[in-house]
Nanobody, 121 residues
Framework: QVQLVESGGGLVQPGGSLRLTCAAS????????QAWYRQAPGKQREWVAS???????NYADSVKGRFTISRDNAKNTVSLQMSSLKSEDTAVYFC???????????????WGQGTQVTVSS
């Protein structure tokens, strides 16, 4: 009934930009916390950025100054604007939501299916 769907992934050249969007669908009233994670082949999933319902943001050191996370509480979406992309940013990117409330939902957490980002010439 409730799901997260990422979009915007693809192939981009080093130094380029890309914007990812995660849409939460279903009978949702609010979401307390949203974040982006990424996972490269053979590597553990790592946290990239997060944002609270109040708009407070945090970033991993590896992306600070290059990535920007934002959310639209009315639309229940969260985005990740990525700039000055490097080959090291290549990974599957996942969105995550925690503290989901809705009809018959008091507190839920979900992961999206992931979207591939490839930075290469």
């Amino acid at each position: 009934q409730v799901q997260l769907v990422e979009s915007g992934g693809g192939l981009v050249q080093p130094g380029g930009s890309l914007r990812l969007t995660c849409a939460a669908s279903g009978s949702i009233f609010s979401i307390d916390f949203q974040a982006w994670y990424r996972q490269a082949p053979g590597k553990q999933r790592e946290w990239v950025a997060s944002i609270t319902s109040g708009g407070s943001t945090n970033y991993a050191d590896s992306v600070k100054g290059r990535f920007t996370i934002s959310r639209d509480n009315a639309k229940n979406t969260v985005s990740l604007q990525m700039s000055s992309l490097k080959s090291e940013d290549t990974a599957v990117y996942f969105c995550y939501a925690q503290g989901i409330r809705g009809s018959g939902i008091y507190d839920a957490a979900l992961w999206g299916q992931g979207t591939q980002v490839t930075v290469s010439s």
